[in-house]
T-cell receptor
């Protein structure tokens, strides 16, 4: 295991539902990330939080809303999703040493999301 | 913008043999990191090996080694003495190394190569 956990591991939701994905890292890192992994496509970075501040939103639709209450926890709130949002959502964390360097990103197991 | 290309969607190798996965990338940056990640079926993505672009020496991690050709923008992964547990999707990834925040932390991934090790 990498020290990054995600819950739930599987989620089925309707387009009108509201759900949240949770990520927790036990590595003492100060940066956390959400990625989307779809079949036949490269992993896509969605959001970056560095020292609890969102530093990047990679043109993600507003139906995805991230929250980072502290450096160990990251949430992805979902509402009114579309079937094309079905994918594996991966969380990652890393230790940002400074602006000019960064350690390796460690990934969680992912949440397999199916939107009906 | 950076791009990462893995031209082999699928590969297979016999147990105990050696296999090489290819990766090329396109960037105008001079300082960056390159990574190989492994994602076994239904399991977590884990780091296999990492290379800093300023280092000329190729990174090695036990049975895994890379052939980093900076001028050619090539970063292949060699797996020696392949084992059944090496069966996985392998992703090549690029990260810029710079002095500003935000996009420094972005990993750009290739589409992956599915490697199957046969007994």
């Amino acid at each position: 295991e990498t020290g990054v956990t995600q819950t739930p591991r599987h989620l089925v939701m309707g387009m009108t539902n509201k759900k949240s994905l949770k990520c927790e890292q036990h590595l003492g890192h100060n940066a956390m990330y959400w990625y989307k992994q779809s079949a036949k496509k490269p992993l896509e970075l969605m959001f970056v939080y560095n020292f609890k501040e969102q530093t990047e939103n990679n043109s993600v639709p507003s139906r995805f809303s991230p929250e980072c209450p502290n450096s160990s926890h990251l949430f992805l709130h979902l509402h009114t999703l579309q079937p094309e949002d079905s994918a594996l959502y991966l969380c990652a964390s890393s230790q940002v040493i400074g602006l000019a360097d960064q350690e390796t990103q460690y990934f969680g197991p992912g949440t397999r999301l199916l939107v009906l | 913008a950076q791009t990462v290309t893995q031209s082999q969607p699928e590969m297979s190798v016999q147990e105990a043999e050696t296999v090489t996965l290819s990766c090329t990338y396109d960037t105008s940056e001079s300082n960056y990191y390159l990574f190989w990640y492994k994602q076994p079926p239904s399991r977590q993505m884990i780091l296999v090996i990492r290379q800093e672009a300023y280092k000329q020496q190729n990174a090695t991690e036990n049975r895994f080694s890379v052939n980093f050709q900076k001028a050619a923008k090539s970063f292949s992964l060699k797996i020696s003495d392949s084992q059944l547990g090496d069966t996985a999707m392998y992703f090549c990834a690029f990260m810029k190394h710079g002095d500003s925040g935000g996009s420094n932390y972005k990993l750009t991934f290739g589409k992956g190569t599915l490697l199957t090790v046969n007994p």
